[in-house]
């Protein structure tokens, strides 16, 4: 046998190498090690799997009572369903559910009020601290500076109007929603019939986009939609509602009331009809003097030929109801207004609008609404129940300034613009999370926060004053009965509202600020709550927010007189200061307007609501309704430069 | 090292230098910014759902288009036996070689999943016949295995180095490589037609739904172009280079043979460009509801194509007739503007292509390439003419150079 | 499990009715949550925006003025394409037949669908879909923190780079199917499902179902005088002008019909001239 030499050696050696290379390439092998690169280099993220279960949940904190179906895998919840609808804020729930910024302990203020700095606490710790001021104010007598402010009418809601009258004060508020908003000023809420009526004149109530109860709303469109109900929309940005009305009445921005007016005197005058409420001959006379149709087509720039169709049409129906409270999840309308609406039901006795009442909740406080409150009020402690009214009130900044001296208490799942200046932050669960009489809770609980029922009656149960007239413990809140009764008779309240009146005329036509500023609502984020919520921000519309720009929309010749084109800077400064914003042309926008998207512009809202457009409340006028007090917000003069 | 590269600035002019310090400066920031879209993804470029592809996708069509000038000139020298086409031969076909590697390298920038690159082999979409279903599917093909027979035709240019081919075994090897080439270009003409026709054309032409691309005779079109506008830009090259260098780097006999081919050829593309537009307006276009010059407005307006058409008629003008030809400056504006014609008409297949609107309520885009972009598109072209100038130094790029030294000496 | 030589029959569709829709996004919403779409903290970058349905806000002011003027919104997904291959072959909508590495492709329900480990992230496939209905990743898909718990385990997380597309939640279909089979059916004819838009919408204007079976909802919908399609005006054509052109292989063909009874709308959703 020849002796392998060193050369051979090599060449075996060399060959093996080749083959092995080769070999190696041609098994694939490589490119499975390239797949593995690939998948390790990305990270990619692996949902856990688990067994599959639906369970139910009720939401107990919003108004709708927002019946879902959670799908569940294994102990995670990854979707709500819902055959019913759902509203906005309970769509979110999920998201809400597994936020990373969810407060998932009680939090002290660390630092500077506003300063966002917080320590956790126990919830012993808290409601020690807190409970014992409360006792403090009520021994020396200073209950009344006691106050709360409710998000809306849900139980949560209710049961803090009753901790807080039960402690004494008079200072309980709701941010404005069409009933608290009516209550006000027709001395009831409207209960409107919408299944039977037949023709609906609506003065900007965006009805189909969240007005009122959106769940319920949402139902009456398809059965309008199915019955031929007619639908006369009047508003001065063509909104879906608008454009789903059978009649889109385009309106100059704020002219509302005077169509009203004029709808009124032409049914007063030419019609022979009268309404049953108090002060009517007086209002009549005003309205008649002051607002002929002559000068009600000018104000308005809708024909009078025109008026008086809308007001025959209205008329002749078998069932006209009129529908007052512009706007969807951010409400505004002066009681002149209101009053002036519900007074076209009374003129032609419509049976889709009746006044009634809440049992338990009465709106009477010590100021008239939260805006005058926010304004005029003192108070040395004040409870926010999952409000936000520094972002959602004209007097935001005021009210900052004066939760810097008081004892702030904000009960949320997340810091927002509000809670942001609070010395104490309770966090509360997501709806998910809670049990109630129906159900189990739908998921385990994420964190320490506890249901806000819980947290107000603990809080109460350490306040010797209000021990007695509050439920002992949660399951007892639901013996308390909110009950529907009728309203007492309804008056004009000609001598508070004529003062509006007189001025109404002279504000629509202000020289110096020539341009009018209204608001507009973006779907899913409603008054700004959405922003915090990821998915939220995906659908909103390039027009809106693109690139981190905000826009504002604009009547495209209007632009053109005022020397403005599809995305230019634009300033617009009111009475009350200047925000800046760029522009985005629209014809649907009405001209010598510019629409603002409502809810944006949070300062502290997680790290998704914040740094996202600017709040139009900081300038928007702040004329505080003599009945409602709450600011007129909805149209603001304003000059664009 | 160090030293060499010392030397070479010491021994360069001052403009030499500046543009040697401007190259590698744009190298160096490929190389940085290509980290960058390699680890962290293309979210740094100005490419989005609407736009999306960009600069880099034109630099692809325009570099095929242009180094499609290397399979005519190989064409034309190996089968058709223009001998005169030697002296610039090497020079072709190294920039037909560098034209197709940043190709590749910017195909693989604009891949999302650059190591998937080989599912294109791994997981090809053939239809049912032995034709591609995607246009993709035979880039990747074609322009892989053109590639390596770019790689063998170049390999001579570099065995014939002058320290190189002293070795016996290598100068066998390249003089028989010489003599084999003509099948290399055989079948590299062959490989051209598909993928020219493929990347430059036919991929955007089968696209039904998008009414601005939508057209069957776009893939050959591309063909047409590919050398019209190579040719031009096979003389453009060492033009310069001889510019550069102060020498005649290649005989002017040369070049009038390529830009007669250009020339002739810009008159078959300009009518079948003409035919192009002319069926877009009346068929294509309609057929999909829309209308041909509604779909050209924002920013890469209609502009785009009347330049185009100026360009390819300069380039005709000059190239075709033999009187402007052969006047040195009239060629040189003919070849420069055949090339440009090509580029404006790749730059609005792209920009114009992509900034139409496909909802009536939406506006027409426009796109603005990331440092990122600029960064790693003319970091390419830099690398590419760095090779060239190391090719021009160093290897037997221009044998008519050597020719002529030869002479002198003696 | 499956039965070997059952058929899939059905071919799904879906209708959309804009006279019932009314903007709330919960459609929208709901498809985020479902396929697990990521969560960014700005969102506002619309171009590069990661979300299957796309709820556009259009509007006739280029036709009309104020107040003539009229919105609507328009959810957008993949329209599923049908392609227009008319003599009985198999679906080819404008993004399959283009992708080169086969990383999409019709099923026997004509739902086009989309591997996302497959993708390579050439965006051919985006370019040539008509309808902007392909999104790309184009950042890495991130999930802070607790948000991790709500994502869907049937929807795979895709990687950077790649290419994702509504699927008319397929996976719900695969879904609904385990569960047949878990109760002994084993027909996958016999399997219905809704996906998460649909079933999310409270006017109930998303409408899901069977374009093969003449008698469903949605074929007689599709049928209806009412419907639409998006963009190309080829069902307003008479129907041998229709055909013509169908088989000259121009057209989407899309399984999505859009239901409105507003010109404004029919006519926005053309082209038209100086526009
Ligand atoms: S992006 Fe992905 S799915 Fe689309 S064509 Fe390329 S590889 Fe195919
Ligand atoms: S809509 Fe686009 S992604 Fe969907 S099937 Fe059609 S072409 Fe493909």
């Not at chain 1, 409601?127 to 006792?135: E, T």
């Not at chain 1, 004892?407 to 609070?422: E, F, G, H, K, R």
């Not at chain 3, 088989?247 to 989407?252: G, I, L, S, T, V």
Request: net charge positive.
């Amino acid at each position: 046998m020849k002796k392998i030499d060193r050369k051979d050696f090599l060449k075996i050696g060399a060959g093996a190498v080749v083959g092995g290379v080769a070999g190696y390439t041609f098994s694939g092998a490589p490119f499975l090690g390239f797949q593995w690169l690939v998948e390790w280099s990305q990270d990619q993220y692996v949902p856990a799997g688990g067994v599959e279960k639906y369970v139910q949940a009720i939401s107990e904190s919003c108004v709708n009572g927002c019946k879902v179906s959670v799908r569940k895998i294994g102990e995670r919840a990854v979707k709500i369903e819902s055959k019913e609808g759902v509203c906005p804020s309970c769509l979110n729930a999920l998201q809400l559910l597994y936020h990373p910024e969810r407060v998932a302990t009680p939090l002290k203020r660390s630092g500077e009020k506003g300063s966002g700095k917080f320590k956790a606490v126990s919830w012993d710790e808290a409601l020690k601290d807190i409970s014992a001021q409360i006792n403090k104010a009520i021994s020396e007598g200073k209950a009344n500076s006691i106050a709360a402010v409710n998000k809306n009418e849900s139980i949560n809601g209710l049961l803090m109007e009753k901790f807080v009258r039960a402690v004494g004060s008079n200072n309980v508020y709701y941010e404005p929603t069409w009933k608290s908003l009516t209550s006000q000023a027709l001395g009831g809420y409207i209960k409107y019939d919408f299944a039977a009526t037949d023709y609906v004149l609506s003065f900007g109530a965006k009805l189909i986009e969240g007005w009122g109860n959106p769940v319920e709303m949402q139902k009456v469109f398809v059965d309008w939609k199915k019955k031929g109900v007619k639908l006369v929309q009047v508003d001065s940005v063509c909104t879906r509602t608008a454009s789903v009305a059978n009649e889109f009445v385009g309106i100059k921005p704020g002219s509302e009331a005077a169509l009203a007016f004029g709808i009124a005197n032409y049914l007063i005058t030419e019609k022979r009809m009268t309404s049953t409420g108090a002060d009517f001959a007086k209002w009549s006379q005003i309205i008649i003097n002051k607002f002929p149709l002559s000068k009600v087509a000018a104000l308005t720039g809708i024909a009078e030929d025109k008026i008086k169709k809308i007001a025959n049409d209205f008329a002749q129906s078998k069932n006209p109801v009129a529908v007052a409270g512009k706007g969807a999840y951010g409400m505004s309308g002066s009681s002149a207004e209101i009053i002036a609406v519900y007074c076209l039901n009374t003129l032609v006795k419509s049976r889709a609008a009746s006044l009634v009442k809440d049992s338990e909740i009465s709106y009477v406080a010590e100021f008239s609404g939260i805006d005058k409150f926010a304004k005029e009020g003192n108070f040395s402690i004040l409870i926010l129940n999952n409000s936000n009214p520094v972002h959602n009130s004209v007097y935001g900044e005021e009210l900052k300034k004066k939760m810097g001296k008081a004892l702030v208490v904000a009960i949320t799942p997340l810091i927002n613009d509000s809670a942001a200046y609070a010395d104490y932050i309770l966090p509360t669960l997501s709806f998910l999370e809670v049990e109630t009489p129906q159900n189990k809770a739908a998921v385990i609980k994420q964190n320490e926060a506890k249901d806000a029922k819980e947290i107000i009656i603990s809080l109460a149960s350490m306040v010797e004053k209000a021990k007695a007239a509050m439920p002992k413990q949660v399951s007892d809140v639901y013996n308390i009965s909110n009950k529907e009764v009728a309203a007492g008779s309804f008056s004009f309240n000609v001598d508070k509202i004529k003062n509006d009146i007189d001025l109404y005329e002279k504000k629509l036509t202000d020289k110096e600020y020539p341009v009018t500023l209204v608001p507009m609502e973006v779907p899913l984020v409603c008054n700004g709550e959405g922003l915090a919520f990821p998915y939220v921000l995906k659908s909103i519309d390039p027009t809106i927010l693109k690139l981190g720009k905000f826009y504002v929309q604009m009547n495209k010749d209007t632009a053109k007189k005022y020397g403005f084109s599809e995305g230019s800077s634009i300033k617009i400064t009111s009475a009350r200061g200047k925000i800046k914003a760029y522009v985005h042309l629209t014809d649907t926008v009405a001209p010598e307007t510019v629409a603002i998207p409502l809810g944006f512009g949070h300062e502290s809202y997680t790290k998704y609501g914040n740094d996202k457009g600017v709040n139009p409340k900081k300038i928007m006028t702040a004329d505080i309704d003599p009945l409602t007090g709450i600011a007129d917000w909805w149209s603001t003069r304003v000059k664009i430069s | 090292m160090v030293q060499f590269i010392k030397n070479i600035f010491q021994e360069s002019s001052k403009n030499m230098r500046i543009t040697l310090y401007v190259l590698i400066t744009l190298v160096v920031l490929f190389a940085i910014f290509a980290i960058q879209i390699l680890f962290w993804g293309l979210g740094y470029t100005d490419m989005n759902n609407n736009f999306t592809w960009g600069a880099w996708i034109i630099g692809d069509l325009g570099l095929v288009a242009l180094g499609g000038g290397a399979f005519t000139t190989g064409y034309l020298l190996y089968i058709f036996r223009v001998d005169k086409l030697r002296p610039i031969i090497n020079s072709t076909v190294l920039l037909g070689f560098m034209c197709y590697l940043f190709t590749f390298v910017f195909l693989l920038f604009d891949l999302g999943q650059p190591l998937r690159c080989w599912f294109g082999f791994a997981y090809p979409n053939w239809g049912k016949g032995v034709y591609p279903a995607s246009m993709l599917t035979e880039v990747f093909f074609c322009l892989s295995i053109y590639f390596c027979i770019l790689c063998v035709e170049l390999i001579p240019t570099i065995l014939e180095h002058k320290v190189l081919i002293k070795n016996k075994v290598i100068a066998t090897i390249a003089h028989y490589m010489h003599v084999l080439m003509w099948t290399m270009a055989a079948a590299g003409t062959f490989l051209s037609f598909f993928h020219q026709g493929s990347l430059g054309g036919g991929m955007w032409g089968v696209l039904y739904g998008r009414p601005v691309w939508y057209s069957p005779h776009f893939f050959f079109m591309a063909v047409v172009a590919a050398i019209a506008g190579g040719t031009s830009f096979m003389t453009m090259m060492p033009y310069i280079a001889g510019k550069v260098m102060k020498k005649e780097v290649v005989p002017m006999e040369t070049y009038q043979i390529l830009t007669k081919v250009s020339g002739i050829v810009f008159v078959g593309y300009f009518i079948f460009r003409v035919y192009d537009v002319y069926t877009a307006i009346v068929k294509y276009a309609p057929m999909n509801f829309r209308d041909y010059f509604d779909m050209w407005g924002g920013y890469y307006g209609i502009w785009m194509l009347v330049l185009e058409f100026i360009l390819i008629i300069s380039a005709i003008f000059f190239l075709v007739q033999k009187k402007y030809r052969e006047q040195e400056k009239f060629m040189v504006i003919g070849a420069t503007s055949g090339i440009l014609a090509i580029v404006t008409s790749k730059l609005s297949v792209l920009l114009h292509g992509f900034s139409v609107p496909n909802f009536p309520w939406k506006g027409f885009t426009a796109y603005m390439p990331t440092i990122q972009e600029w960064a790693i598109t003319f970091g390419c072209f830099a690398c590419m003419i760095l090779i060239y100038m190391i090719f021009a130094k160093w290897f037997p790029l221009f044998p008519h150079l050597e020719h002529e030294e030869h002479e002198a000496h003696h | 499990m499956i039965v070997k030589d059952s058929k899939m029959k059905r071919k799904w569709g879906m209708a959309i009715d804009l006279d019932k829709c009314t903007g709330c996004g919960a459609c929208s919403l709901a498809c985020n949550q479902e396929n697990n779409m990521p969560i960014f903290e700005d969102d506002s970058d619309v171009p590069k925006r990661v979300a299957f349905l796309e709820l556009m806000k259009v509007t006739n002011d280029r036709d009309a003025k104020f107040p003539d003027v009229k919105t609507a919104y328009l959810p957008k997904m993949c329209q599923q394409c049908e392609g227009n291959d008319t003599h009985g072959h198999k679906a080819d909508p404008p993004c399959v037949s283009v992708c080169p590495a086969v990383a999409t492709d019709v099923g026997d329900d004509g739902v086009v669908s989309q591997i996302w480990s497959r993708c390579i992230g050439c965006r051919y496939c985006q370019t040539a879909c008509p309808y902007e209905a392909r999104v790309f990743n184009w950042w890495k898909p991130e999930y802070e923190g607790t948000f991790k718990e709500g994502l869907n385990p049937e929807v795979s997380v895709a990687s950077r780079g790649t290419i994702v597309k509504c699927t008319f939640c397929s996976h719900i279909w695969k879904r609904e199917r385990d569960k047949a089979v878990a109760k002994g059916i084993l027909d996958i004819n016999a399997v219905t499902y809704t996906p998460a838009c649909a079933a999310a919408c409270p006017t109930g204007a998303i409408v899901f179902g069977d374009l093969n079976d003449p008698n469903s909802e949605i074929s007689k919908l599709a049928k209806s005088d009412r419907a639409v399609r998006l963009v190309n005006a080829i069902d307003d054509q008479p129907e041998d002008k229709k055909k013509a052109l169908m088989e000259k292989k121009q057209y989407p063909n899309p399984k999505v019909y859009y239901l409105t009874s507003q010109k404004w709308l029919r006519d926005m959703m053309r082209f038209k001239k100086n526009s």
